[in-house]
């Protein structure tokens, strides 16, 4: 191994298992694993074969950690897996901390009890650690992000300690990730869940289990898998039902046309445009073409962001540059209905002027919307990043059960976070905080059917109810 390890991350391999050298078409399971890793974007791979023990294992991933200069992957040699199973783990743009889990199957030998809760893992157990209410499973697979690789080798090189002087029971080189896991939960970093959903990832404990494991992969259709992983499931109801399933049938399209989500998005800006010069025109012909326009421009903007999970091609900056992209079509939209209002009015009495204040108006409530979400956000991932350090550890790596240490939520947001998905209440509450899909649909419908006298005054009443729900929730959920 060396001890210059690139910028692009670093994978490592234990193979140090009976497991990782059981027998498959590649060679060993280790071999496999090696040859899928191989086609995905280039990491640094190394593979750990020391027959020194647990202890000697986890000293070498300390030593590795520091010397690191982007994320750190470990995996088992002896995992079976899905490829795709390995993207959703390593290709994720964050780059940051976060481990394989299955929130289906129960917990077992070589698949560690977790409990989950908002996406982040709370309890983490292995055959010493304990964890009560637990509701899923590790399947294996960690990544460190760069920032959180100081506490991993400070983490491996206590556990070492503890396996060497016996402390931690008769744990064996099996559990390597499985109790880096644990101490990096114990120690406060915030570990995210990549989820596997129908994918297959799997720990086999002799060859007639890897055989079967393997021949199980091919039940799963990884590309329709990656497919349905573009769409998002958490969009809002109109977006959800009356775009995405539209949109999903075009992915591999443009895929097919190596169209880049970049390239869709300024497509999707340039119809919006179109659509805000016939809002314009301010006629009848003219408001239901504007409205039919817009309503290509969103499903457009949702295309860009599908194709972008589907190639894994997105970026900080097309993040950036999208949500710029969005606030600039919204608002030249509003340009174009206050033009068109006040032109098709100017004499048929009235103050057309007016409508110019409801536009600004309208406008600077998304903008104030938009400016708190972004700042609470930014809050959010200032206090992790201030409280994880002085916090560790929050929890030995001796006490063998989790036991007592959950925070129960409070009042309403504790209800509101049982709601179950797809449920009426689940979709009240998605649309009642405006989303763009429903002020899409809001400025879409009313302008054909009404005015944008009406558009500006209905968006006004949602925008300022979203505003008050949503600053409520804040405010619940820091309280916590």
Not at 162 to 167: Q, T, V
Not at 191 to 220: F, K
């Amino acid at each position: 191994m060396t001890d210059s390890l690139t910028e692009s991350g670093t994978i490592v391999l234990l193979a140090t298992t009976q497991a990782a050298r059981l027998g498959c078409r590649e060679g060993t399971l280790t071999d496999r694993l090696a040859d899928q890793l191989a086609t995905l974007p280039a990491r640094e791979v190394q593979v750990l074969t020391s027959a020194g023990g647990l202890a000697a294992d986890l000293r070498v991933v300390a030593k590795l950690a520091r010397v690191a200069s982007g994320p750190v992957a470990l995996l088992p040699g002896d995992l079976v897996a899905h490829t795709e199973a390995l993207a959703v783990l390593l290709e994720h743009p964050a780059r940051d901390t976060r481990a394989l889990v299955d929130g289906e199957a129960a917990a077992g030998p070589t698949r560690p009890p977790l409990r989950v809760e908002g996406g982040r893992i709370t309890a983490a157990g292995s055959s010493f650690h304990t964890v009560p209410e637990a509701n899923a499973a590790f399947a294996g697979g960690l990544q460190a992000g760069e920032a959180d690789l100081g506490v991993l080798a400070e983490v491996a090189e206590e556990l070492a300690e503890l396996a060497e002087s016996g402390r931690l029971g008769p744990v064996t080189p099996v559990e390597t990730v499985d109790l880096l896991l644990v101490g990096l939960v114990r120690s406060g970093v915030p570990v995210r869940t990549a989820a596997l959903g129908p994918l297959h990832c799997v720990r086999p404990t002799g060859q007639a289990s890897a055989d079967t494991a393997i021949e199980r992969l091919a039940e799963v259709d990884e590309d329709q898998v990656r497919l349905d992983g573009a769409v998002k499931s958490d969009d809002g109801f109109f977006t959800s039902y009356l775009v995405s399933p539209l949109t999903r049938h075009l992915i591999r399209p443009a895929h097919a046309l190596k169209l880049t989500p970049n390239a869709v998005t300024g497509v999707s800006v340039a119809v919006a445009v179109l659509a805000a010069v016939w809002f314009s025109e301010g006629g009848r012909v003219a408001l239901v073409a504007g409205a039919l326009l817009f309503y290509l421009s969103f499903a457009l903007d949702c295309l860009d962001g599908q194709l972008a999970r589907y190639t894994r091609g997105y970026t900080p900056l097309g993040a950036w540059a999208d949500g710029m992209a969005d606030r600039f079509k919204e608002y030249a939209v509003y340009v174009g209905l206050a033009y068109g209002y006040a032109a098709t009015h100017a004499y048929g009495g009235g103050n057309p002027d007016g409508i110019w204040f409801l536009a600004v108006a309208a406008m600077m409530l998304q903008a104030v919307r938009h400016s708190l979400q972004f700042a609470y956000a930014g809050s959010v991932w200032d206090a992790g990043q201030t409280g994880a350090l002085p916090a560790r550890p929050s929890r030995s790596l001796l006490e063998p059960s989790d036991a007592g240490r959950r925070r129960p939520r409070q009042g309403l947001l504790r209800i509101a976070q049982r709601v179950r998905h797809g449920s009426a209440v689940h979709w009240l509450r998605r649309m009642v905080v405006l989303p763009i899909g429903e002020r899409t649909a809001l400025i879409a419908v009313t302008a054909a059917v009404s005015d944008a006298r009406v558009t500006f005054v209905a968006l006004l009443g949602w925008g300022a109810v979203a505003a008050a729900y949503q600053l409520v929730g804040r405010m619940m959920r820091s309280a916590e």
